[in-house]
């Protein structure tokens, strides 16, 4: 009997994650778990159905089908793994999102594609050709020594592109070792060197405490990259969520002494920008946000200041707010069924920057996809690699016939 419970379990339980991929819960409390077991789902499942195959052979062969609730517990798995073969299907929209958006702005995807196998292992490993420099010092304030790391190949010699990547984490967690490792590894392989930083976290630091140590880690950069290999004519700077923000920042800001205390003459330009499911607005304008995202992290934690009373400085903090005709190329990329970044912002974010600047704007929304999709390999985080490898690639003869 009990191998029948558990069958019957294990049907429920992967229906019940099927359906939260599909129609992920929007619930204040729940947002963030629910988003967690969608992501899984929605960007491993093959693994997930093969994973739950396994066990249920095992409880058949101990008697599973033995009773009726346990044939039940079956037939309910089997039409779940239908619905995991549909996000399969799916994903796979990903590579076309992809291909007519490059296509559309001239460009066309890299002869480095991701290999299967790594989508297959999903776990993102950046090979034996590339190394990794742990724990680089780059900047001492407010008593906090902040690090990088950097990701090269073995072989790149010098004068390599860069990307500064800044990750994600609502501006209170996270670590420069946990998100971004499949860009970083496919571009490192692929003669990149790529910087990933630390910041302030709040509530210790207040916006814009963050902003200024990621201009800090590309001041340093300038000054230092070369050490690496690095070409500091060309540098990108890239994030996810609230890294993302963080990366759109960089992007608009250029030289604004105002957030480069201690370093206001260096060039803290970029020639490219890549925002990976951003916060492109802190104020909830759209109302698409949780209610809780102003009343309850922004205004007590990360601004330490009430949106009604100070408007302006909610303004500075909104990268939508902050769009000017000079900006460098942006490639925005969304999840369509992103419960923490609506994918709502983003398309208000793009179509004001479209409207305004002067340079390329390129948006790759893909369909289901979660937040921290590209947290693993996966066959969308893999196509939004090249993606991405693409849109560089493209930019850098732009960027060498200006510098000549």
Request: proline fraction near 5%.
């Amino acid at each position: 009997m009990i191998p029948a419970i558990l069958l019957l379990l294990l049907g429920l339980w992967s229906a019940a994650a099927v359906i939260n991929a599909l129609r992920p819960i929007r619930w204040d409390w729940l947002l963030l778990p629910s988003m967690l077991w969608s992501w899984v789902v929605v960007e491993l499942p093959a693994q997930h159905a093969v994973v739950q195959m396994a066990a249920a052979s095992l409880l058949v062969t101990w008697g599973g089908l033995d009773h009726l609730i346990g044939r039940i517990g079956l037939a309910i798995l089997v039409v779940s793994w239908v619905g995991a073969a549909f996000l399969i299907v799916r994903s796979r929209g990903s590579g076309r999102v992809v291909e007519t958006e490059l296509t559309r702005a001239g460009m066309v995807l890299p002869l480095a594609r991701v290999p299967l196998w790594r989508v297959l292992a999903a776990v993102p490993l950046h090979g034996r050709s590339v190394e990794k420099i742990r724990n680089v010092e780059f900047r001492r304030v407010a008593g906090r020594v902040l690090r990088l790391d950097v990701y090269r190949r073995r072989d790149a010699g010098k004068n390599r592109p860069v990307l500064l990547y800044l990750h994600g984490g609502a501006w209170t967690m996270g670590d420069k070792t946990e998100q971004g490792l499949p860009l970083l590894h496919h571009l490192a392989r692929q003669g990149w060197v790529c910087f990933t930083a630390n910041y302030r976290l709040s509530p210790g630091a207040t916006f814009p405490d963050q902003l200024a140590d990621a201009k800090a880690a590309l001041a340093w950069i300038r000054e230092y990259g070369a050490e690496y290999g690095a070409d500091p004519s060309f540098i990108a700077v890239s994030g996810g969520s609230a890294g993302g923000h963080l990366a759109a920042l960089v992007g608009l800001t250029a030289n604004d002494v105002r957030y480069q205390e201690g370093f206001e003459d260096v060039d803290t330009s970029v020639q490219a920008t890549v925002l990976l499911y951003a916060i492109t607005d802190v104020t909830n304008r759209l109302g698409v946000q949780s209610s809780r995202f102003v009343s309850m992290l922004m205004e007590p934690i990360v601004m330490k200041a009430f949106l009604a009373a100070e408007p302006d400085k909610y303004r500075e903090a909104s990268p939508i707010d902050r769009v000017h005709p000079d900006a460098p190329p942006f490639l925005v990329v969304q999840g369509e069924g992103d419960t923490l970044a609506p994918v709502q912002e983003a398309q208000a974010f793009v179509a004001r920057l479209r409207d305004v600047s002067r340079s390329p704007v390129l948006y790759m929304e893909f369909p289901g996809a979660q937040h921290i999709f590209d947290l693993f390999y996966s066959y969308r985080s893999a196509r939004m690699v090249e993606g991405v490898q693409a849109f560089l690639e493209a930019l850098r003869p732009v960027a060498d016939s200006q510098e000549r």
